[in-house]
């Protein structure tokens, strides 16, 4: 006669030895290959736009020094031009950006709050859950089975099962 209630067996799993730390290069495929081949000739053509740039302002303010002080009054004026203008759109770029900001602010306070808040309490409703569950269904239910283990090697032991 054999018993249909048998101990559980634990089921173990390998687990394989962590990987040491390798130092050497992986290699790259031909797309990542062209990707940065492609990224280095764009900062050389930056750097070199760069260095025009410069060269070419120093080249206008050596001119602008040895020109008659009326170019320079010109060329003055209309930088204080510029400057104002460009300060006027600085202006309406930072009123923009408090704006995004105040809406951001008020993303995270009426919306992401309240689903922090439920995602919160629904973990520790979870919790009480996994509580109740574990001391009203799995540690009887392990208990029996220790003493049906128990009693079967006693019969066993007795050979009264056989």
Known sequence: MTDPIETPT??????????AE????????PEELAAQKQMRTRLIIMAIV?????GLIVVAVL???QAEPGTTT??????????ALMMILLSGALVVLIAQLAILINLLQNEIKPILHS???TVNTLKGT????SNNLVQPVIKM???LAGLKKLLDLLKIGR
């Open 130 to 133: 996994t509580a109740f569950l």
């Open 10 to 19: 634990p089921i173990s799993t390998p687990v394989a030895p962590p990987k």
């Open 22 to 29: 390798s130092t050497a290069p992986v290699p790259l495929t």
């Open 50 to 54: 760069l260095v025009v740039i410069l």
């Open 119 to 121: 995602t919160n309490e």
């Open 63 to 65: 001119a602008l020094v």
């Open 74 to 83: 010109k060329v003055r004026d209309i930088f204080i031009i510029f400057m």
């Open 145 to 147: 089975n220790e003493y």
